[in-house]
């Protein structure tokens, strides 16, 4: 893999271990291993990094003798998903501009102001999907000998990040998007709401999904919070095309905002019966 | 009526009449001034809780009754999204709601996410080891 595009580095390790003459010699090991394996990988994560920063250093006063004077540097720390690696970042400075270079920083794209790499917060994403960023938090902790973990401040700020790239609508492309979808279904439920940790009252959560048969796998057409049913019925009449037939559970703007002229409407029907003694209770009975 | 035969058009059309018919009847019952909204009710389920049948008639196809599947997903985002005490801010409500969302319907839109972050699709870093050898030094 020697090419101009890729560089080899040897790396030369030497380990001793130090074990007991005892009975349970297996479990121990496996335990020795278990905390050695996250030493051993950001050991030479970092060996590897600080070669590449001396090499990108090298080449650089190499290039231009005389024009860079070392500058000290700064220790940066990173979480890592096999462990905690340390490296000090070395900066020089450039005579002729007077500014400060950071030889690693020409050759690799470092994270930026994030301690947490997303690799390590990656397994506890999914437990703050299901259950709460609180367990995913506790799930992480489990996974490392060292039992660090990110706070639920930082998971949950980490996680914003990640959701973003989560889209449930379908791709434009996928499809006769024009005519697909036609048989549709919309409810919504209230949420409580905060802000910067105060109370922000109550908002309405939306969804609208569709699907291209009767009984076909549905699909999320508009997902929303604190939006009309309005607001949302001219996202999907942009996007999609009329539909056929809609089923809702009877509020009244449901049919209104998203059943265009040809739309047949039809009420949930456990929602009707379930809806006929309130009505009969707003009535005095 | 998710038993109805789609081909017995003059049952179908029985069924209608009579559906509508027992709606009016009950409208008319029920005096204006006393039961106004229980009137209103009436009215839209004749408009709107008929709507499968007169669907199946003009085009045989069998359309759903009720909002049970949508309900079905909205409970699985619901039991993460509500609780007793929990409050979201707007922007990350609707983060978790399309991740809960994604993770319900699409799996494997998700796990693509995960690969991505994970850097599956980036160029390879070859790690192999040349040389393994142990000695005991005690």
């Known amino acids: ?285 | 009526m998710a038993r109805l035969d789609p081909g017995d058009r003059a049952a179908l059309q029985d069924l209608l009449a009579a559906s509508e018919r027992a709606f009016a009847e009950i409208q008319e019952i029920l005096p204006e001034d006393a039961f106004p909204h229980t009137r209103r009710y009436v009215l839209g389920l004749i408009e709107d809780g008929l709507a499968y049948l007169r669907h199946l008639l003009d085009t045989g196809e069998k359309v759903l009754l009720s909002t049970n599947r949508l309900e079905s997903i909205l409970s699985r985002v619901v039991l993460r999204l509500k609780r007793i005490g929990r409050r979201w801010s707007v922007t990350g409500a609707i983060h978790m709601l399309a991740a809960c969302l994604v993770y319900a319907l699409h799996p494997q839109r998700y796990a693509e996410v995960e690969a991505a972050v994970r850097g599956e699709h980036c160029p390879g870093v070859s790690i192999l080891i040349t040389s393994l050898k142990a000695a005991w030094s005690t």
Not at chain 1, 147 to 163: E, M, Y
């Open chain 1, 1 to 285: 893999m020697a090419s101009e595009s890729y560089w080899t580095l040897r790396v030369e390790l030497v380990v001793e271990i130090t074990m007991p003459r005892h009975a349970s010699l297996f479990y121990v090991l496996v335990l020795a291993f278990w905390r050695f394996q996250s030493l051993s990988a950001a050991s030479l994560f970092t060996a590897v990094l600080e070669a590449v920063q001396e090499r990108a250093r090298a080449q650089l006063q190499a290039s231009h003798p005389g024009r860079f004077r070392d500058k000290g540097g700064r220790v940066r720390r990173w979480r890592l998903p096999f462990g905690e690696a340390c490296i000090r970042l070395c900066k020089l400075l450039d005579k002729e501009t007077g500014h400060v270079v950071w030889p690693l920083k020409l050759v690799m794209d470092l994270p930026a102001r994030v301690r947490w790499c997303e690799a390590a917060l990656l397994p506890g994403y999914r437990l703050a999907v299901i259950q709460s960023f609180r367990q995913s938090r506790k799930a992480l902790q489990g996974m490392v000998p060292d039992g660090s973990a990110p706070s639920v401040s930082t998971l949950h700020r980490r996680f914003q990040g990640f959701a973003s790239q989560l889209d449930p609508l379908p791709d434009p492309g996928e499809g006769d998007a024009a005519a697909s979808w036609p048989y549709r279904l919309a409810d919504g439920t209230k949420l409580k709401l905060q802000h910067k940790g105060f109370d922000a009252g109550v908002a309405d959560m939306r969804l609208v999904v569709g699907s291209r048969t009767p009984s076909g796998p549905l699909e999320v057409l508009d997902f929303s919070i604190g939006e009309s049913w309005e607001d949302i019925g001219q996202r999907v009449d942009q996007r999609f095309s009329q539909a056929k037939v809609l089923v809702s559970d009877g509020e009244e703007h449901i049919p209104r905002a998203l059943a265009g002229p040809d739309t047949r409407h039809q009420r949930c029907l456990v929602h009707a019966r379930r809806g006929l003694p309130f009505a009969l209770y707003r009535d005095g009975c």
